[in-house]
């Protein structure tokens, strides 16, 4: 099996070194950007202007695994520029040559992103490109009733509890929504934005005391939330039908409530906590691998897609934002409009602090995902005592790090084996 497997990757890698050698365009492998009329747009509006040319190839996750694999292996390449996800990058990081000495100029990638393409390392592993996130929403009914002083873009959750709360007193009914649905992404929001905001991690701090707070803040804010809460997957909907003023979703999942009434809404960051403003996002960056064919070339396109004009056509292609200062133009849809700003809010606040999807699990990325959501059927629903749930919860998340033999991903510190669990 192994000679085959063998046999058949240097087939692949022969015949893709044979058919470069003619080739002077920059490779683009990407596993983003995949279905066809993105693709398309992709190389007809991002990728157009590019001098020399790029050859824009979006893949499936396993030729694109295998490919990069292969050359690596091979230690001869035909790969100029690697697109992908912050997860899959860091799964090649020693396969990936230095940007530092990229100069971008005047354009500002958010430092917080900057530090992520590290990968841990004191080299410029890869440069972000482009993101999706998490954001809070709200009817510009909900304004008048913020609690003195409260700044709608730098929140804290203690103000958004005071929000809620004075929207449900003042209007004679709870007015915050949240994706607690079947399939709803609350998930997300534990896992990425309530927990680090208190503790600093997504992982190792799951049963301390400062968790034990966060939750103890989230039953607060959910006095407040309508009761159908619990059946809401997209929060665009009761914003639309005006059950809910104030929300948290994801974008894509907010995006409707924009675009159909542009006026009546308003997009900003998720608040911060104790340690932070905690968010998760959802990070596609570009690399080169170590033994690209030309990497003067492969420079000079990461720098032209993380130019303003590239930055924006990728947006119109993609749906996916900017990572840096970029301005976005007047005549995007409306969605795009007001979810951008918020988004580089809060990925460019002083006090962000990135928590990123699970890294390591492979196929038992459902079984962690469950682990927050019972903990919160438990806690929030079920109204049981918090320490003794987190103390219970705890131990089937070590088990399942254990057993995925998973190390710890940011906010975490880095671990050497599976990610622990104080």
């Given amino acids: 099996m192994k000679r085959l497997v063998s046999t058949i990757v240097g087939t692949t890698l022969a015949l893709a070194l044979g058919g470069q050698t003619v080739q002077a365009q920059v490779l683009f492998w990407s596993n983003q950007a995949v279905p066809v009329e993105e693709a398309q747009k992709m190389r007809e509006q991002v990728?157009?202007?590019?001098?020399?040319?790029?050859?824009?190839?979006?893949?499936?996750?396993?030729?694109?695994?295998?490919?990069?694999?292969?050359?690596?292996?091979?230690?001869?390449?035909?790969?100029?520029?690697?697109g992908s996800l912050h997860g899959d990058l860091?799964?090649?990081?020693?396969?990936?040559?230095?940007?530092?000495?990229?100069?971008?100029?005047?354009?500002?990638?958010?430092?917080?992103?900057?530090?992520?393409?590290?990968?841990?390392?004191?080299?410029?592993?890869?440069?972000?490109?482009?993101?999706?996130?998490?954001?809070?929403?709200?009817?510009k009914q909900a304004l008048p009733y913020l609690p003195e002083g409260a700044d709608i873009n730098a929140l804290t959750y203690d103000q958004v509890i005071a929000w809620a709360g004075n929207l449900a007193e003042q209007t004679g009914s709870p007015k915050f929504g949240f994706p607690a649905g079947p399939k709803g992404l609350k998930h997300r929001f534990f896992q990425g934005f309530l927990l680090p905001a208190f503790t600093g991690s997504e992982v190792t701090k799951f049963r301390s005391a400062e968790a034990e707070q966060a939750w103890g803040k989230f039953k607060e804010l959910w006095q407040y939330t309508n009761p159908a809460s619990t059946n809401y997957d997209f929060m665009q909907e009761p914003l639309l039908s005006g059950d809910v003023w104030?929300?948290?979703?994801?974008?894509?999942?907010?995006?409707?409530?924009?675009?159909?009434?542009p006026d009546e809404f308003v997009a900003f960051p998720a608040p911060a906590g104790p340690k932070g403003r905690a968010f998760m996002p959802v990070l596609a960056g570009l690399a080169i691998p170590a033994n690209t064919p030309?990497?003067?070339?492969?420079?000079?396109?990461?720098?032209?897609?993380?130019?303003?004009?590239?930055?924006?056509?990728?947006?119109?292609?993609?749906?996916?934002?900017?990572?840096?200062?970029?301005?976005?133009?007047?005549?995007?849809?409306?969605?795009?409009?007001?979810?951008?700003?918020a988004v580089t809010a809060m990925t460019s606040a002083p006090d962000a602090l990135p928590a990123l999807l699970p890294v390591g699990l492979g196929d038992k990325g459902g079984q962690f995902n469950q682990v927050y959501v019972d903990?919160?059927?438990?806690?929030?629903?079920?109204?049981?005592?918090?320490?003794?749930?987190?103390?219970?919860?705890?131990?089937?998340?070590?088990?399942?790090?254990?057993?995925a033999k998973a190390p710890c991903w940011i906010p975490d510190a880095v671990s050497d084996g599976p990610c622990p669990v104080e």
Avoid: C
Wanted: net charge negative; proline share 7%; no cysteine.
């Fill in 47 to 82: 990728l157009k202007d590019f001098p020399g040319g790029a050859d824009f190839q979006p893949q499936d996750p396993g030729p694109f695994i295998t490919r990069i694999q292969a050359e690596a292996e091979a230690g001869k390449g035909t790969i100029g520029v690697v």
């Fill in 294 to 341: 030309d990497p003067e070339q492969a420079k000079a396109l990461v720098k032209y897609m993380m130019q303003p004009a590239q930055q924006v056509a990728t947006l119109r292609a993609t749906n996916f934002f900017p990572v840096t200062d970029a301005q976005l133009p007047e005549d995007l849809p409306a969605a795009a409009q007001a979810l951008g700003p």
């Fill in 90 to 139: 860091s799964s090649f990081a020693a396969n990936w040559m230095d940007l530092s000495d990229i100069d971008l100029g005047a354009v500002k990638p958010s430092p917080a992103f900057m530090e992520l393409g590290k990968l841990g390392s004191s080299e410029q592993k890869y440069l972000p490109w482009m993101q999706a996130t998490y954001v809070m929403a709200a009817s």
């Fill in 375 to 403: 903990t919160f059927e438990r806690i929030v629903l079920a109204n049981q005592d918090i320490r003794q749930v987190l103390d219970q919860q705890a131990e089937a998340l070590r088990a399942l790090m254990v057993e």
């Fill in 246 to 261: 104030l929300a948290f979703d994801h974008i894509a999942r907010l995006a409707e409530a924009f675009n159909q009434k």
